[in-house]
């Protein structure tokens, strides 16, 4: 008798276990199930919040000296003005954890410039285009390399090893142009370090290719006379930033906002500042 009240007071308790696991699965999200409370541009307003998720880099945020600069921090910064909230930026390298963020509502925009490509249209909204950028193949110049001349053929990457950042969006167009070229580009992704510092290693040697946006490899280009920058790996392409699906009011208000301000002065100094 002990022991039948015993396997029913484990099967009670694992039935209130798993009862709770759920509901907090269901009020904090997780990977199966997004937060039940929407958050579209009514509710942002009212909080007088927006949580903000972009990248470090030498264009779009960073520190100089005592200060912080960059293009998408100077960005915010205007719309924090123009809509009377406070802006809270975070910073995460990562654009797969960036994109996890934003469906599972710790973020509401993605303010980096991310290439529009129809496989992330599946799962997030675009804004309108803020730049246009393309990616290019970072390598050593001959001079630094031992007199080989630089790859300038796509071709000439069959059998290459390319070294990128965890979950760069230059992954799936390197392994759409191993198509292209039918043959094998292996892509190696590493889990520490990001875009700049791989430039930064192809310049020291250690590693002999990377793929960066051609207006972040032409700032680096600046201070490391060492790489080569001038063949590309992919067309012309938009960059955005993104919201969640589920917040049309938001992105239809951010759009309206980019329209009137990218026509203005302001927004052209901070371009030329940084693009």
């Given amino acids: 008798m002990k022991l039948n009240k015993r396997i029913y007071l484990y099967f009670l308790l694992l039935v209130v276990a798993i009862a709770a696991m759920i509901v907090l699965r269901n009020v904090l999200g997780g990977p199966g199930k997004l937060p039940v409370v929407p958050r579209d541009y009514k509710e942002i307003m009212a909080s007088g919040e927006l949580n903000v998720v972009t990248d470090y880099n030498s264009i779009g945020y960073y520190v100089s000296g005592d200060s912080t600069r960059g293009f998408q921090l100077e960005m915010m910064e205007a719309l924090e003005k123009e809509w009377g909230i406070k802006v809270n ?49 970072v390598q050593r110049k001959a001079f630094y390399n031992d007199s080989i001349q630089p790859v300038r053929q796509q071709l000439q990457l069959a059998k290459s090893t390319i070294h990128v950042a965890k979950d760069s969006p230059a992954i799936l167009r390197l392994k759409n ?67 969640r699906r589920n917040s049309p009011v938001l992105l239809d208000s951010l759009n309206s906002w980019l329209e009137r301000f990218m026509s203005t002065q302001t927004f052209k100094s901070i371009y030329d500042r940084y693009l």
């Fill in 89 to 137: 930026l975070f910073l995460e390298n990562s654009l797969d954890d960036n994109l996890k963020g934003l469906l599972y509502h710790r973020y509401d925009l993605v303010a980096r410039n991310i290439p529009v490509n129809t496989q992330l249209k599946d799962d997030v909204s675009f804004t309108d285009p803020l730049v246009l950028n393309k990616q290019v193949l």
């Fill in 177 to 243: 142009l191993s198509h292209e070229i039918g043959d094998t580009i292996f892509i190696k992704e590493d889990p520490v370090y990001e875009v700049e510092q791989l430039v930064m290693m192809v310049a020291a040697g250690d590693i002999d290719f990377t793929v960066c946006d051609e207006r972040v490899a032409r700032h680096l280009s600046m201070t490391l006379p060492e790489i080569d920058v001038e063949t590309d790996i992919s067309f012309t392409q938009l960059e955005s930033w993104a919201v």
